[in-house]
């Protein structure tokens, strides 16, 4: 072959040329693919707004190569329109929910939201089937599909609050670490399906789930789970914490605030303060015309009684308030 002939086929595109042109004999067309990062500032740019947004990831083959471009738009729930053939959606999810296909997995979780919204007793029949499937997703390495996955746990807080929480540990698990992770788009997701399930669920049923995370030996973790807690604890109210144990409760105080996180600690700082208020309260007797402090050295001996000296002396540090300035202020 002359010199010619190998130049000839070793062209180099000109700037500007199309890729859309046909190429070859065959006018074979090759698509433009754009390969977009997950991890890539674009991406988290477009993906963290808290409003609905169309995102383009690349949809990747059975062979790992990207094969194509497809949109994801992350829809909140308000936002989310009824399914228009209930029937059809509802007899394929679990095969969807399980596909390899991560866009069907997507379409999936999206009307996994919408009938815990539009059909609520509907989707409670396989409830225990659906949760093991978001789960799964929630452990997706395509953040499209994860991000899907949470919020759709989120609306299941929301539409089944305790009925879930035989099946709950493996979803508090993974939005624990997803919460956790440097994706920001899926952390902020993440986190406010934690409050979702602080809101929803049952804190006398929650705090015995959290409380194991609490001393997870990854701090990112045991400081989401602090945050959770504190959360929670206010909402059994005075009777319920008296229930729960306010010793118990002032003894997990005392150990986060010597996490290595500020999360954690300022977790245990806010539970503390509220235990404070919650036991001033409850030494408060009324008379006729005024409310009278029965001890006002109380919840000092209290701490002393029920905590280490040194713990105690932390604790009494974070909740120096005038008790006082508490008696009533707890709600």
Not at 6 to 28: C, E, I, M, R
Not at 44 to 54: D, E, M, V
Not at 227 to 237: D, E, K, N, Q
Request: glycine content about 4%.
């Amino acid at each position: 072959m002359s010199g010619k002939a190998l130049g000839d086929l070793n062209v180099h595109p000109a700037a500007g040329f199309d890729k859309s042109t046909a190429l070859g004999k065959g006018s074979l067309t090759k698509s433009y693919i754009e390969n977009i990062n997950d991890n890539g500032p674009e991406l988290q740019k477009k993906s963290s707004s808290p409003f609905s947004a169309p995102i383009n990831i690349g949809d990747a083959g059975s062979n790992g190569l990207e094969t194509g471009n497809t949109e994801v738009e992350y829809i909140e729930s308000e936002n989310l329109a009824d399914l228009p053939d209930v029937d059809a959606s509802f007899n394929t999810l679990l095969a969807r929910l399980d596909s390899k296909d991560w866009v069907s997995v997507c379409e999936a979780l999206n009307n996994v939201r919408q009938l815990s919204i539009y059909y609520r007793e509907r989707l409670l029949e396989i409830i225990g089937a659906v949760i093991p499937l978001i789960v799964k997703s929630l452990r997706s390495p395509r953040s499209a599909v994860c991000k899907t996955a949470i919020m759709a746990s989120a609306d299941i807080f929301k539409a089944y609050n305790d009925m879930v929480i035989d099946s709950f540990d493996p979803l508090l698990v993974q939005l624990l670490l997803k919460s956790s992770q440097d994706k920001r788009f899926v952390c902020e997701a993440a986190e406010a399906a934690l409050i979702a399930m602080t809101t929803w669920i049952s804190p006398m049923l929650l705090l015995p789930k959290l409380l194991p995370h609490l001393t997870n030996r990854n701090p990112r973790i045991r400081a989401k789970a602090s945050m959770c807690f504190s959360r929670s604890v206010p909402r059994l109210g005075m009777e319920g914490i008296r229930a729960y144990g306010i010793d118990k409760l002032i003894q997990i105080a005392a150990s986060q605030l010597s996490d290595q996180l500020p999360e954690s600690r300022e977790a245990a700082r806010t539970l503390a303060m509220q235990l404070q208020t919650i036991y001033v309260n409850s030494q408060v007797s009324p008379n006729e015309d005024s409310l009278e402090l029965v001890d006002a050295d109380s919840w000092e001996a209290f701490c002393h009684a029920k905590l280490t000296p040194l713990s105690a002396q932390a604790i009494l540090r974070v909740t120096s308030t005038p008790k006082e300035a508490l008696v009533l202020s707890f709600c």
